[in-house]
């Protein structure tokens, strides 16, 4: 450790140290990416709201711990915490951890040294919470996330391969998700729904199936908040929430239809111009109203530096929850139309007096979330180009 340069910084009510680095970069000594204080942030309220809502002491595991900021911090900032275990394949990594429990006076933290799916493995239903956070994609782990975790349990998946998730290159979303994804304005959605569909079908060969409490993509990553329970029959049964999405690039419609091998329609009932698919995917809930309003109302009682942030995003998400999957963008169908795009509020308002559902959402500052098709959307939009 004596080698390097210490940093120090401080998130929430904790200090950690690590080695000082020019660049964010999974080549630093130890990791620390500051850009991700938000996903930290809410995953200290994820995890409070799950162990009030399960009203007893949780174990949780900080799988890729690196400088153990998450671990430490979940310890010393989330109430009815039992034991923490951090792991990580660097020795090095687990050092800082070490030091960094130190540093905060934390006990009952033990710092582990093993691949993140042996530790799985060997700790089979240890945990009532599993922390995700890998470089690049998470799909590795999750079958021994599956194998590990308990009934009643806390997933929380991050995934930073976005471009595989939302289509930029199609081959390794296939290899790494077994499921095709395409470019398109609400591709973040679609990749949210790819991770969690992975998630669901994996969890499945274990009885287990998932409730998605809060899902969001930001920057360069996803993230995803699973309670985890158990029963064949249940199982089952979530997974009729697998399905695909089907999106015309030329006239912009999409359709949703459930079933693992189900029959696709080619064409577009709209133009009749060829359809492209993504899935399996979940098309099930992927935000629950409830264990976002209690995350809002735990913003009250911690201290948080990405408050604001995480009140927009969190405000959104729950607006979000009832909403049908995909959205429009505006300036996309407005492209489409050769027209020039008039003010969002005005869009909604139109939309709305027409008899339609529509709600902003996260993913994009000028999506609409909608009941409305995109011919309903068009009219209204070429009405607005006609005043
Ligand atoms: C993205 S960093 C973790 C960041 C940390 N969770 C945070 O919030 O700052 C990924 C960490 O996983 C570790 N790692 C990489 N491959 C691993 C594996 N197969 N098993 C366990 N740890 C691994 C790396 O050493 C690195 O510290």
């Not at 699973?226 to 030329?250: P, Q, T, W």
């Amino acid at each position: 450790m004596d080698e390097y340069k210490i940093k120090q910084i401080e998130e929430g009510l904790t200090k950690i140290e690590f080695p000082e680095f020019d660049k964010v970069s999974s080549d630093a000594p130890v990791f620390y990416n500051p850009h991700m204080e938000l996903n930290r942030d809410l995953s200290i309220l994820a995890i409070q709201v799950f162990q009030k809502q399960e009203e007893r002491e949780i174990n949780i595991c900080d799988l890729f711990g690196g400088s153990g900021i998450r671990g430490i911090r979940y310890k010393n900032e989330i109430e009815g915490v039992g034991n923490v275990f951090i792991n990580d394949i660097s020795e090095l990594a687990n050092e800082y951890e070490q030091h960094n429990i130190e540093l905060n006076n934390l006990e009952n933290i033990e710092v582990y040294q093993h691949d993140a799916s042996m530790f799985l493995r060997m700790k089979r239903g240890e945990f009532d919470v599993i922390d995700i956070d890998p470089f690049g994609t998470p799909s590795p782990f999750i079958d021994s996330a599956g194998y590990c975790a308990r009934r009643n349990s806390l997933l929380c998946v991050t995934a930073t391969d976005t471009s595989a998730l939302c289509g930029t290159y199609k081959e390794p979303c296939i290899r790494k998700y077994n499921a095709k994804p395409y470019k398109s304005e609400y591709c973040h959605e679609n990749g949210i729904r790819i991770l969690a569909g992975f998630v669901a079908l994996t969890l499945a060969k274990y009885s287990k199936y998932i409730e998605i409490q809060m899902s969001h993509s930001t920057e360069h990553y996803m993230r995803i908040y699973i309670k985890v329970k158990k029963g064949s029959k249940k199982s089952d049964e979530s997974l009729n929430n697998i399905g695909y999405i089907s999106h015309c690039k030329n006239c912009l419609h999409r359709q949703t239809i459930k079933g693992l091998a189900t029959t696709l329609d080619e064409k577009c009932p709209i133009c009749g111009e060829k359809l492209i698919h993504a899935g399996p995917l979940w098309l099930g809930p992927i935000q629950n109203k409830e264990f976002i309003e209690e995350m809002i109302e735990e913003t009250n009682h911690k201290k948080i530096n990405t408050k604001k942030q995480a009140l927009k995003l969190l405000n959104s998400c729950l607006t979000e929850a009832d909403a049908p999957a995909t959205f429009f963008d505006v300036h996309t169908i407005c492209k489409s139309l050769k027209v020039s795009a008039p003010k969002l509020d005005l869009i909604f308002d139109e939309i709305i007096s027409q008899g339609f559902d529509a709600v902003k959402t996260h993913y994009n500052p000028l999506g609409i979330k909608t009941d409305a098709n995109i011919e309903d959307l068009k009219n209204i939009l070429l009405d607005f180009s006609k005043e």
